[in-house]
C-alpha cells in the first residue's frame, strides 16, 4: 500500500526558508495519471492547497504562494520535496504531502509534519 | 480562482440521523468535486470523487450528488465514527480549492 512521509524541520524562523521532503515508499513515484501535491493546514483552520507537480516536469502553485514556493523531484530517491521562502508566523501550519489522482483528488495522503515560524 | 462555499459551517446531529452538507461553487465545474472527511487530529480522507463516485472502502452510507455549482455530501445514518469535519474541494482547474469545512457533531 503506497505510504507518503514528510519529513523536515518543525521550527523556522522568520524570513527563512522552510524545506520539507515526501518521501515515497510502496509505489513509484515515475507513474503515470497521479500528481504529487502539497496541501497545508493551519492550526484551527482549513486546507489550503500549495501546489501540485509530476515527476514528467509539470508544476502548479498556488498563485497566492507562487512567488515564494518551490517544488523539486528526486526519482532516484523515489522523493519529492517542497521550498517556501520568506516565512512568517501565517505559514505556520501542519503541512501534507499527497498523491493525486489526474491532478485531482487527492488519493493518497502522508501523515503530516506540523511547521512552527518562529524566533 | 474558483470560490468553494459549504454550508453549514457545524451542525450537530444523533446517530441513525440523515445528515446533508452543501457545497457551492462561484462558477460551473461540471461534476468535479471530491469530498473529505477529517476525524480530529487524523489525515483527511477521500470519500467521494467525481462528485458522486464512491472512493474504495468508503462506507455506502456516504453519498454525493450534483453538477454544475451546487453538490451536496449525504450521510444516511449517521455513526458515533463520522464525527469529524468535512471538507469538499474543486478541481476543475487551477488552483484547486477547498470549502471552508463542516464540522460534525454527534449528539
Known amino acids: 500500500q503506497l505510504q507518503l512521509q514528510e519529513s523536515g524541520p518543525g521550527l523556522v524562523k522568520p524570513s527563512e526558508t522552510l524545506s520539507l521532503t515526501c518521501s515515497v515508499s510502496?509505489?513509484?513515484?515515475?507513474?503515470?495519471?497521479?500528481?504529487w501535491g502539497w496541501i497545508r493546514q493551519p492550526p484551527g483552520k482549513g486546507l489550503e492547497w500549495i501546489g501540485s507537480?509530476?515527476?514528467?516536469?509539470?508544476?502548479f502553485y498556488n498563485p497566492s504562494l507562487k512567488p515564494r514556493v518551490t517544488f523539486s523531484v528526486d526519482a532516484s530517491k523515489n522523493q519529492f520535496s517542497l521550498k517556501l521562502t520568506s516565512v512568517t508566523a501565517a505559514d505556520t501550519a501542519v503541512y501534507y504531502c499527497?498523491?493525486?489522482?489526474?491532478?485531482?483528488?487527492?488519493?493518497?495522503w502522508g501523515q503530516g509534519t506540523p511547521v512552527t515560524v518562529s524566533s | 480562482a474558483i470560490q468553494v462555499t459549504q454550508s453549514p459551517s457545524s451542525l450537530s446531529a444523533s446517530v441513525g440521523d440523515r445528515v446533508t452538507i452543501t457545497c457551492r461553487a462561484s462558477?460551473?465545474?461540471?461534476?468535479?468535486v471530491a469530498w473529505y472527511r477529517q476525524k480530529p487530529g487524523k489525515v483527511p480522507e477521500l470519500l467521494i470523487y467525481?462528485?458522486?463516485a464512491l472512493e474504495r472502502g468508503v462506507p455506502s452510507r456516504f453519498s454525493g450528488s450534483g453538477s454544475g455549482t451546487d453538490f451536496t455530501l449525504n450521510i444516511s445514518s449517521l455513526q458515533p465514527d463520522d464525527s469529524a469535519t468535512y471538507y469538499c474541494?474543486?478541481?476543475?482547474?487551477?488552483?484547486?480549492?477547498f470549502g471552508g469545512g463542516t464540522k460534525v457533531e454527534i449528539k
Open positions: 499527497a498523491r493525486q489522482r489526474m491532478a485531482a483528488m487527492i488519493s493518497t
Open positions: 510502496s509505489g513509484s513515484i515515475n507513474i503515470t495519471n497521479f500528481y
Open positions: 507537480l509530476y515527476y514528467g516536469g509539470n508544476t
Open positions: 462558477q460551473g465545474i461540471s461534476s468535479s
Open positions: 467525481d462528485a458522486s
Open positions: 474541494q474543486q478541481f476543475k482547474t487551477f488552483p484547486l480549492t
